[in-house]
Structures are given as structure tokens and as C-alpha cells.
């Protein structure tokens, strides 16, 4: 049976949505979590305080809302077959290019919120796959391997920043980071006889 054709009204609103939230991350890239208001992001968007408080009464879900999106674009790179340290070398990555994402994590957790479900399952289920494969160590805490690879995703890409100079310093130190990270992956998550073909990389 054919959906019914979305009404101009839903269109609408759905595209001030996409707007409110392009504009909210835009703040965060600029000017971390404590800058967020709704009222800052209607102006930013183009919209009257009204249309933005439709979709966000308070500025907690118009984070939450920002953190999900992000998470979902992050779990979504998760889908794409390639090695787990493939899989590692791009969180880092991709945090780094979104520093507001990490800002807007540690704000999330610091103000008593919890991790969007839906994205945060979805990254633990491919961490789990991964650690029940036959590439991996016997005994891996899945769940707790998903946290420590969240918390090295989250922190590095602020102390990187924070740290070194400039973004393309960031990037160069970033892949030493990721080098020892994917070391530390070797010898404590894979097995002893994938080293060779992965050690070197």
C-alpha cells in the first residue's frame, strides 16, 4: 500500500526542524554547549521564537536532539564492512571534525543525561559482533569495551585540540594517537596470530 504524500504543512515543519538543528550545531561548534538557547537558534535559523519552541521547549531537548542526530550519523559509518581498527581510525576522526559532539557528550553526562538509546544500541551491538568474532581474545567485556572506546573517542579529539596548535597539528598528532590506540587493540582485544597482518598498518 502507498504511503500518502506528506502535506506542505509536514513539510514545512520538518525542514524548520532540519534548520533548528543545523543552527544549534553550528553554535556548538563555535561556542560549546553553555551557548545554546533556543531563542539564539531561531535567530540563527531564520525563524521566529515561536516556530523553534514548537519543536524545542527547553534547550535539554533541543541538546538531546543534536547529541542523537550526531550519534546517528556516527553509528552509521559503524555499517560499513572494514576492520575493527578501519572502524577506530574514523570515531576518532570523525570526533575530532565535530568537536561539538564531544563537548555536547561530556555536557550530557556532567548534567545528569543520558546517551540517545537508539544509537548508543546500535554501537554496542557492533562492538559486541566484534568482540564475539573469531579474530578477537576470549573473554572481552563488550559492554565495557564499548565505554573505553567511547570515552578515547570523546576526550582526545578536546586535549587534541586543546594541546596543539591549529586543526592540521591536530590531524598529524591525531594518527600518531590512533597508531598507539590501534596497539593497544592488538595485544589486548586480538588474537595473537592477526598481529602480523595488521601490526605494520
Request: overall charge positive; proline content about 5%; some cysteine.
Amino acid at each position: 500500500m502507498l504511503r500518502p504524500a506528506r502535506t506542505p504543512r509536514r513539510r514545512d515543519f520538518e525542514r524548520n526542524r532540519r534548520r533548528i538543528l543545523s543552527a544549534a550545531r553550528g553554535i556548538l561548534a563555535e561556542r560549546g554547549p553553555e551557548a545554546l538557547t533556543v531563542s539564539e537558534v531561531a535567530d540563527r535559523a531564520g525563524l521566529n521564537r515561536t516556530t523553534a519552541y514548537q519543536h524545542f521547549r527547553k534547550r535539554d531537548a533541543l541538546a538531546a536532539a543534536v547529541i542523537a542526530e550526531l550519534g546517528d550519523e556516527m553509528t552509521g559509518m559503524l555499517r560499513e564492512t572494514r576492520p575493527i581498527w578501519g572502524h577506530v581510525d574514523e570515531m576518532v576522526s570523525y570526533f575530532l571534525d565535530y568537536p561539538e559532539l564531544a563537548r555536547l557528550t561530556l555536557h550530557q553526562l556532567v548534567s545528569g543525561g543520558a546517551l540517545p538509546e537508539p544509537a548508543w544500541s546500535r554501537y554496542r551491538a557492533h562492538i559486541r559482533k566484534i568482540a564475539q568474532s573469531r579474530k578477537a581474545q576470549r573473554g572481552i567485556d563488550a559492554e565495557m569495551l564499548s565505554h573505553l572506546l567511547l570515552c578515547v573517542g570523546v576526550l582526545w579529539p578536546l586535549v587534541a585540540l586543546q594541546q596543539y596548535e591549529g586543526a592540521d597539528s591536530a590531524r598529524r598528532v591525531t594518527r600518531r594517537f590512533t597508531r598507539e590506540l590501534r596497539r593497544l587493540l592488538i595485544h589486548g582485544v586480538l588474537r595473537p596470530e592477526v598481529w602480523p597482518q595488521v601490526e605494520g598498518t
